[in-house]
């Protein structure tokens, strides 16, 4: 399944040209990633963001943009608690998560240079400090609003909302201790940051 969309993304950046209107940008974007997992007693995650994209304006106000991105997610001061003791005692963990992201991404532009961009991503996840690992994958939808000024520097914010339970809800470590957390944990993920296009030929 990854084979085919890491093999359609490179097709699109292999292509700028569909017609006469269409033109092709490469750029880099990176921020400030802001993340927690639901249903989990934590807060949230300060973390970064960094990948590269390929710009498909399609006419001049609807643009395709395929997206590779790393991004480092996750919850900070997870409860837990400690060795199953009695009386219990909660300690608390931050767990990190990072994903290697495959996205393909709707742009629509309004007036000067309002952008309002949605679209899906497969999530892969490349790194974690996970005591055991329930599901190394994730689904996701974005859906975000952009500011691109005449130079190809565009300020944006997006929410990424994962669909997949990302641990399973009675999650213990090889030491018996157990998190807190509900019955369906998934990925939320914000992201503040610029993103650069370079000028590409029509």
Do not use: H, W
Not at 35 to 53: C, L, N, R
Not at 93 to 117: A, C, M, V, W
């Amino acid at each position: 399944m990854y084979k085919n969309l890491i093999t359609a993304f490179l097709v699109l950046c292999a292509f700028p040209k569909v017609n006469a209107q269409t033109s092709f940008n490469p750029g880099l974007r990176g921020g400030l990633s802001l993340s927690t997992i639901s249903e989990t007693k934590s807060s949230y995650k300060t973390d970064f963001y960094v990948g590269a994209f390929g710009e498909i304006n399609i006419t001049k106000k609807y643009a395709l943009q395929p997206e590779i991105t790393y991004s480092r997610q996750g919850s900070d001061n997870v409860g837990y608690y400690f060795d199953n003791a009695e009386p219990k005692k909660v300690k608390f963990r931050d767990l990190q998560l990072g994903y290697l992201s495959f996205t393909l991404l709707n742009k629509f532009t309004f007036g000067p240079g309002i952008q309002i961009q949605f679209g899906p991503a497969v999530d892969v996840l490349v790194n974690d400090n996970l005591d055991k690992v329930e599901m190394y994958n994730d689904l996701s939808l974005i859906s975000g609003v952009a500011y691109r000024l005449p130079s190809g520097l565009t300020f944006e914010a997006r929410l990424k909302k994962g669909l997949l339970d990302v641990f399973d809800s009675s999650y213990y470590n090889d030491v018996n201790d157990y998190y807190l957390f509900g019955s369906y944990n998934t990925n939320v993920n914000i992201q503040l940051g610029i993103s650069y296009a370079f000028s590409g030929k029509k």
